[in-house]
């Protein structure tokens, strides 16, 4: 039985305050309890690694924010969807267990295995492949690097849009320290976390890290209070080891694991938003006549929430073509955005081990450095297929992943005018992605029929089963030369070379088989087998008959019947470069000038039947960027600016491919778009106390060319047109009978596409124009500001209030810019109270998204044409308490 979040959150604090007593008859060399200086007015410096070597970010020609683990315990920020409020032009979104971050234009859209990311993501200098990474939570961390802009050069592959690079606190060789924390909050939270270092004599330290997180679900199930999405089950530990013999060699080998359970967060999109319907020809039964869909769109369920007709208008043109037709009208599902109806419990099951090892051997002109990681990843987890109460329909997904990393690095230490970073870079990635779909026997609830409806199984599952493989080695060298004391040049260069294997499996490779003894898609359950090696075939052959290009693998038994695609090895070769030219006003003020560019892998699609599209090609960039850092007013005052122009190329987007009586969705390199801003980061502490940290970023992104794009659901129909006797057809494709015509809804850009019928191009598509729309997920405004001061307190302590306020100019969640995919502009706010008791005991109370705003992070269409959407999380509060501890 639960108890009430109040009476939870009192245990917790009585007992936080009792671990907080108890510490605090440790034996240790405690600093005495007297009232600490306050800080003084002065900003800090982090030092950065942004361009793969130690450096004072105010001296580096990159936009790059650095957040200090001081600073991410003070703000209570555990993890990256947490840091919007530390890097201007930075946004976060979130679908299940992916992330979906999002940087100058650049969003993170595919998530599968058939693509890679767009925006890097390092831990401790090691790249995580997959986007479920990178929601790993922030324990023990030295600093957090958001990198704005293609970092091709020093980053490689995959660092499209930017980079975030998290560096985790090495063991220290002189001091035993360490801390305890204990948090209690909202939705039932616990999180206790505990650090240790351990200094085992001069050459050798171990340090030590642990957390457990323990919540209820924030997005609440009305239906079954069991399944609540979005709740927290994670423990997490890490060792590192520590060997520096000398002044010149330094190792720290890293071992950590996550285990993550609960329900999770659903899939793509946890609630339905909405979809389009037309008023003239959709007659409002069930559920939307109270505007709320109780499933998909159209017939899922066996109760017809909407029944499309061929619409033959009303009023007094109710004979003309189209008329009375309003296409495109948005239906909203009314409701809070935190609460669901569904029947079933899903479950999350994560994985994610990985150890590391990073190495260097400083000489007197140069160092050397090796870093090698590996990285044993596996997610599971389920959804309601159906979004709804009734019993209809289970997604399942399993993505495993086995990543071998090798760096080796070259570094100048000396003081001459050229320094330079060279290295080799080897990747091998290893994925299997699987997803099933099973159909249950059906049980229909919905609030127009008094009672339950139990229907047979609609349909049959399906069964895929995607493997990649990756091989990826790089050279790289950059070279920076000051040709004065003022005046510094930069220039470096990348060369790449992916080579890729995509094997896919259909259903028909492992479906249970019926009493017939023939595959049975009926039969599909969560417990299907991956399928046999021997499923993906070989590659470039086929057994096909009739006979398929190189790549299609059929049933021996039967090779009319289509099981799978193996798709031959295909190897991506890109080089990138950088320029930059930075010059010194004084020690305080630099200006400098970039020109970079970066790529994004390419990759294959799933599944795929034509031949022609099997593959699609790298996305490339060419970024401009000119900037200034300064200090002032005797380092008090920070203000950095930078402007940016991005150009991107071969964008991989998805169209539709009609195949058969379906389509697929397809990854074309289909568009170009470009995004110019501009950033601004200001930090003042000029007057004693009183600290105030400022982020905006200015931002137009579009796409310049994106043509031939999959018609949004629910607008194009057909109207009743008398005159059209002989019906329409284009390029031998009957898009209209006779006595009908289809018309296309306005301000879509939208018609018929005639296709050549050639590689890669059906006959006939239905499809609009996107050109000159906004990008995803690119706000035209978005920034921070907050403010905190320092109080003394009598007891000799410090309490120090922070306001948070985050604003956003609203962004649209597909290429289409449709109203029902807008994210109106917003403000959130978050407050803080530090209260430092002495120097080894603090707690933190804090309150986010006080005012309880809902805002969409994540918009995608799913099956049956509804928009499925995520949510940032609702007003959430807390209390940490936090006790640090050290010898002599």
Do not use: H
């Amino acid at each position: 039985m639960k108890q009430s979040p109040r009476k939870t959150l009192a245990v917790q604090v009585a007992i936080a305050i009792g671990v907080a007593g108890a510490m605090s008859g440790v034996t240790f060399a405690q600093t005495p309890a007297t009232q600490s200086a306050p800080k003084a007015a002065g900003i800090d410096t982090i030092t950065v690694t942004a361009q793969r070597r130690a450096e004072n970010p105010q001296e580096v020609p990159v936009s790059v924010s650095a957040v200090g683990g001081d600073q991410l315990a003070e703000r209570n920020i555990t993890d990256l969807s947490q840091m919007e409020s530390m890097s201007p032009g930075f946004t976060f979104g979130r679908s299940g267990t992916d992330a979906r971050p999002a940087i100058r234009g650049v969003r993170t859209e595919n998530v599968a295995i058939n693509g890679d990311t767009t925006i890097g993501f390092f831990v401790d200098g090691i790249y995580k492949s997959r986007s479920q990474q990178a929601l790993a939570s922030f324990i023990d961390v030295d600093r957090v690097e958001i990198q704005r802009g293609p970092q091709g050069t020093l980053y490689g592959r995959n660092t499209f849009g930017g980079n975030i690079s998290i560096v985790t606190n090495a063991p220290d060789l002189k001091k035993f320290e360490g801390s305890v924390s204990l948090l209690g909050g909202a939705f039932n939270r616990v999180r206790t976390e505990g650090i240790v270092n351990i200094p085992l004599n001069e050459m050798w330290a171990l340090r030590f890290a642990g957390a457990v997180d323990r919540a209820d679900g924030y997005v609440k199930n009305d239906f079954n209070s069991s399944a609540d999405l979005f709740d927290q089950d994670l423990k997490f530990g890490r060792v590192a080891l520590r060997f520096k013999p000398n002044a010149q060699f330094d190792a720290v080998l890293r071992v950590e694991a996550t285990d993550q359970g609960g329900n999770g967060g659903s899939a793509f999109g946890y609630k339905q938003k909405g979809t389009y319907y037309d008023p003239t020809s959709c007659q409002q039964l069930f559920n939307t006549t109270e505007l709320r869909m109780n499933v998909r769109a159209g017939n899922r369920d066996g109760v017809n929430d909407c029944v499309r007709t061929v619409g033959a208008g009303t009023g007094a043109g109710a004979n003309a073509v189209g008329s009375g037709v309003d296409l495109g009208i948005p239906l909203y599902r009314a409701g809070d955005g935190y609460r669901v109806d569904t029947d079933y419990q899903s479950f999350l099951k994560l994985k994610d081990t990985s150890a590391s090892l990073d190495m260097s051997y400083r000489m007197d002109a140069f160092s050397l450095r090796s870093i090698t990681g590996y990285t044993d990843f596996k997610a599971e987890r389920t959804s309601d297929g159906d979004f709804s109460a009734s019993t209809i329909a289970i997604d399942y997904q399993r993505t495993t992943a086995k990543t071998f990393t090798q760096e080796l690095q070259l570094i100048s230490e000396g003081k001459g005018p050229l320094g330079y970073v060279a290295g080799y870079y080897y990747f091998k990635d290893k994925l299997r992605g699987t997803f099933i779909n099973q159909q249950l026997p059906r049980t229909v609830r919905s609030a127009a029929i008094a009672a339950p409806l139990s229907l047979p199984q609609n349909g049959a599952g399906f069964f895929d089963d995607p493997f990649a493989e990756t091989e990826s080695n790089a050279f790289y060298a950059q070279f920076s030369w000051k040709a004065t004391n003022q005046l510094t040049f930069t220039l470096g260069g990348r060369t790449t070379e992916d080579k890729k294997d995509f094997r896919f499996a259909s259903a028909n490779a492992v479906l249970p088989r019926n009493t017939a003894g023939q595959p049975d898609g009926n039969l599909i359950t969560l417990a299907t087998p991956a399928p046999p090696t021997s499923a993906y075939g070989s590659a470039g052959t086929s057994n096909c008959n009739p006979a398929r290009g190189p790549g299609f693998y059929c049933d021996p038994a039967n090779p009319s019947i289509l099981l799978g695609g193996t798709y031959d090895q295909k190897t991506f070769k890109k080089s990138t470069g950088r320029f930059a030219a930075d010059y010194k006003l004084s020690k305080q003020n630099l200006i400098y000038v970039a020109y970079s560019t970066g790529f994004r892998s390419g990759g294959f699609n799933s599944g795929q039947q034509l031949e022609q599209v099997r593959t699609f090609l790298p996305e490339e960039v060419k970024a401009v960027e000119i900037g200034s850092k300064n200090r002032f007013f005797d380092n008090t005052l920070q203000i950095n600016v930078a402007a940016f122009s991005n150009k991107y190329t071969n964008l991989q987007e998805q169209r539709q491919v009609p195949v058969g009586a379906t389509t697929i969705s397809t990854i074309f390199n289909a568009a170009k778009a470009k995004a110019e801003g501009v950033e601004v980061e200001v930090e003042w502490r000029g007057i004693e106390r009183l600290s105030v940290i400022a982020g905006l970023s200015l931002l137009d992104a579009k796409y310049t060319s994106f043509p031939d794009v999959a018609l949004p659901f629910g607008t194009s129909i057909l109207v009743t047109d008398a005159s059209n006797v002989a019906g329409t057809t284009v390029n031998g494709v009957l898009i209209a009978p006779p006595g009908q015509r289809r018309v296309f809804a306005p301000g879509y850009s939208c018609g018929v596409l005639p296709g050549t019928g050639g590689a890669g191009q059906p006959a006939v598509a239905f499809g609009c124009d996107l050109t000159g729309k906004r990008v995803p997920y690119a706000s035209r405004y978005q920034g921070s500001i907050s403010a905190a001061y320092e109080f003394d307190t009598p007891n000799g302590g410090r309490v120090t209030p922070m306001v948070v306020a985050n604003f956003n100019g609203g962004f649209y969640g597909q290429p289409t810019n449709a109203e029902i995919e807008k994210q109106g502009a917003y403000t959130k706010f978050d407050l803080k109270v530090n209260w430092e008791i002495n120097r080894n005991f603090n707690a933190l109370l804090f309150v986010d998204n006080v005012t309880d705003k809902e805002t969409i992070n994540r918009f995608v269409w799913g099956g049956g044409g509804a928009l499925q959407v995520s949510s940032a999380p609702p007003r959430t509060f807390g209390l940490r308490l936090n006790y640090n501890f050290k010898s002599f």
